[in-house]
C-alpha cells in the first residue's frame, strides 16, 4: 500500500491532469483504492483553473498599488476629481478554442494556490477596440480594422474625427469644466501628433 501512495503521489506530481481511471490503471490497482489513496490519504481534490487577465510581475503589481495610491491622494486633494477623468484604453477581444472544466482540472492539495489559465495564452484570433469612458459609462467604443496598426498619426485622427464629436454628443457638461484624459504612456499616446489634437 505504502508503495501505491508514493507512486500516486509522484505521477500527480508530474501531471495534475492525471483522471483517476488512468492512475488507477497505471497501478493496476482499484479505482475505490485509487481514490481513497488521492483523497483521504493524499489530501487532494480536483479544482478546476480559474481565469484572470494577466499573469503579471512583482514589479508590475507595486506599480499598480502606487498608481492607485497617487490617485487616491490626488481625489483628496482636488474636488470632483475622479468625475472629471476621461479613459481611454486598448481592448483586445480574444477568440479561444477553450477546453472544458473537466479538461482544464487538476488535481490539488488543500494548502496548495489553485490553478490559473490565462485568457491570452489559448487566442486564436483578436480584435481591437478603442475604447473611451468616465465615472458615468461609456463614450466612445471605436473598432480598428483589421490589419490597422494604431500608431500615433491614426490615434490623433480617433481623437479628432471620432472623440471630440462623441464628448460634444455625451459629456458636452463635462467640456465646459477642467476635465483630464487619462492614458497609458504607449508609444501612439505620447508621440508628437498626439499634442496638436487639443
Known amino acids: ?9 509522484e505521477l500527480l506530481e508530474n501531471d495534475q491532469r492525471l483522471m483517476l481511471r488512468e492512475l488507477s490503471a497505471s ?24 481565469w484572470v487577465p494577466r499573469n503579471l510581475t512583482e514589479e508590475q503589481m507595486q506599480q499598480q498599488v502606487q498608481v ?25 477581444i480574444h477568440h479561444y478554442d477553450l477546453l472544458s472544466q473537466q479538461q482544464s482540472s ?23 477596440f478603442l475604447l473611451f469612458f468616465d465615472a458615468h459609462g461609456m463614450i466612445l467604443q471605436h473598432w480598428v480594422p483589421h490589419g490597422q496598426i ?3 498619426d ?10 471630440r464629436g462623441a464628448m460634444r454628443k ?13 492614458q497609458d504612456n504607449a508609444r501612439p499616446h505620447t ?6 489634437t487639443d
Not at 29 to 44: A, G, P
Not at 170 to 182: A, E, M, S, T, Y
Not at 191 to 196: F, H, K, L, R, Y
Open 150 to 152: 494604431v500608431n500615433g
Open 191 to 196: 508621440a508628437a501628433d498626439i499634442g496638436s
Open 68 to 92: 492607485c495610491t497617487n490617485t487616491v491622494q490626488m481625489s483628496e486633494m482636488i474636488p470632483n476629481f475622479l468625475t472629471s477623468i476621461v479613459t481611454c484604453d486598448e481592448l483586445w
Open 27 to 50: 497501478r493496476n490497482i482499484s479505482f475505490e483504492c485509487t481514490q481513497h489513496i488521492v483523497t483521504e490519504i493524499l489530501q487532494m481534490r480536483r479544482v478546476c483553473a480559474r
Open 106 to 128: 487538476v488535481w490539488k492539495h488543500s494548502n496548495s494556490p489553485p490553478p490559473k489559465k490565462f485568457c491570452s495564452s489559448l487566442s486564436a484570433g483578436k480584435v481591437m
Open 154 to 163: 491614426y490615434y490623433a485622427n480617433i481623437l479628432k474625427t471620432h472623440f
Open 170 to 182: 455625451r459629456r458636452l457638461d463635462l467640456l465646459k469644466k477642467q476635465w483630464f484624459l487619462l
Open 1 to 9: 500500500m505504502d508503495v501505491n501512495i508514493a507512486k500516486a503521489a
